[in-house]
């Protein structure tokens, strides 16, 4: 694990020169461009608000507002999971060329979403504007909660990148288990609704619903999160990422040739 941080440290240029480049690529050739980093939330969000605030009433006050909340980093976490898996099966062009750092690969998709979901919260605070609804200064935490979804983010993109070089189907398996886990992570309701013989095993089997949930109580409750909720993801995703850091350590000397 310490290996891939440092060397994820020392090539900090390279990663973010291409983390520069995806952001420039990502939409070009798109009449609306830059634009889509908040359409694609606001659209995923309308959609949500009609069925679940509209269709299927929630009783929760500025639900649209709510939704936004923890779907802003649902769609960092996801995207980013999604498109790491095939991160270095995709790129056999810099795979070949001489030390290249692969870890970097991965590191690159995760940061240039979170980039993605700093640049959309402006979009976050209109909206709670819209209501009368402002951040407080329990905002403070907000970096805390960022940092321990980063860890939790590299170490499923890290291990699943790497397995996903020999075993290609791995891919479409997480496409389809991030569509369940979005349904099961408290972002289209609270926590508390759910049955408390279940919620346990929300908490302690779905590491997102806390780091939701964090988001959650800062900017719609005004509270500061559950420290030890919150612990308890970051030692579970260092746990990850020290497993991931040997699997990726186990296979980086055949990407080269199996991609």
């Known amino acids: ?9 020392q090539y900090r240029a390279l990663l973010w020169s291409l983390t520069q480049r995806e952001l420039r690529a990502r939409y070009r050739g798109s009449v609306l461009g830059f634009l889509w980093t908040f359409l694609n939330p606001t659209l995923l969000m309308l959609v949500y608000a009609l069925i679940f605030g509209v269709y299927l009433r929630q009783q929760i006050r500025f639900y649209t507002y709510f939704v936004f909340i923890g779907l802003l980093p649902w769609i960092w976490f996801s995207t980013s999971v999604a498109a790491a898996t ?3 099966s995709d790129r056999r062009d810099l795979l070949t060329k001489v030390r290249f750092p692969a870890q970097i690969l991965p590191a690159t998709v995760v940061a240039t979403n ?9 979009l976050m605070i209109i909206l709670g504007a819209a ?20 860890l939790f983010t590299l170490a499923l993109a890290f291990a699943l990148a790497a397995l996903n070089v020999s075993f290609r189907d791995l ?3 997480v496409t389809n288990i991030l569509t369940l886990w979005f349904f099961v992570t408290p972002i289209l ?5 759910i ?34 909720l919150l612990a308890l993801v970051a030692v579970i995703s260092v746990g990850l990422l020290w497993i991931a850091s040997h ?10 040739e199996l991609v």
């Not at 309701?189 to 609704?193: E, K, L, P």
């Not at 095993?201 to 800062?218: C, D, E, H």
């Open 131 to 150: 209501y009368g609804v402002w951040p407080t200064w329990h905002a403070i935490a907000f970096p805390l909660v960022v940092l321990v979804q980063l």
């Open 189 to 193: 309701y609270f926590a508390t609704t």
């Open 195 to 228: 049955p408390a013989r279940f919620r346990n095993l929300l908490f302690f089997g779905n590491p997102m619903a806390i780091v939701i949930s964090s988001y959650q109580t800062i900017f719609y409750e005004h509270r500061l999160p559950d420290p030890t």
């Open 171 to 173: 891919q479409y398996i």
């Open 1 to 9: 694990m310490i290996r891939n941080l440092r060397e994820l440290y």
């Open 86 to 88: 095939s991160a270095i």
């Open 247 to 256: 699997i990726f350590a186990a296979y980086r000397e055949e990407f080269a």
């Open 114 to 122: 979170l980039c993605n979901y700093l640049l959309a919260l402006p």
